[in-house]
């Protein structure tokens, strides 16, 4: 589940059992009128970022990202993000967000469940904020988990930086942005990938897990 508020928007995430975390993905709900509604409605039906980043250019930045997480080191972490992010922002001529990596993410019990703080982002200081290591054990999350949330992370600064979307809602069409990029870091093969795939619940769409968890076996 992720939500916003004030000047913050915050991603957290609901564990489901047997799939990868931070895949637990709902739309926000639309907002009922007005402006935030009308760019409500433009984030939901961009589904494509026009431009994208050099892709061995990012590629290779991944890569580096990704031993910096092996490595377990925070600082090389946020200097391999901020050239990642240096790239992002210079990609869509835009000002880069600031990074900060911290350590064990902040967690939330509640009777029934509980969700783990992955990252936030600042409107106002125009920072992310990314949670390196699981709340309870303190390991260091994979990397695909945190590359996965830098790139969520800088598509909230894009909206509002780029495409003026204030509110920068998770929308059907944002977490496609997210995916295009993420997918484009990562090198994954077209065939590989797979539509994200939407199921309608009341006024707010979650991702169909069944249709991406045997991407294999469809046709
Ligand atoms: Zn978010």
Sequence with gaps: MVYGSG???TTTIHPLPGFVKFRGVTTDR?????KARREFDQSDALLRLAALP???????????????????????FQAEGEL???????TYDIGRPRLRVLGA????VWEGGHSELFGDYDFEEKRIRIWMRTAV???V???????????HEFCHHLDRERFGFLATPHTRGFHARVDD?????????????????WIRMGNAWRIDWSKLRSPRTRG
């Design 7 to 9: 000047a913050r928007i």
């Design 30 to 34: 639309p907002p009922r009128s007005g």
């Design 54 to 76: 050099d892709a061995r250019d990012l590629q290779a930045r991944a890569a580096l990202l990704e031993k910096a997480i092996a490595a377990g080191d925070p600082r090389r």
């Design 84 to 90: 990642i992010l240096g790239l992002l922002a210079q």
């Design 105 to 108: 993410r902040p967690r939330s």
């Design 137 to 139: 054990l303190g390991k």
């Design 141 to 151: 999350t994979s990397y695909r988990g945190l590359l996965h949330t830098l790139l």
């Design 181 to 197: 990029l993420y997918h484009l870091a990562l090198a994954t093969p077209p065939e590989d990938r797979r539509p994200l795939v």
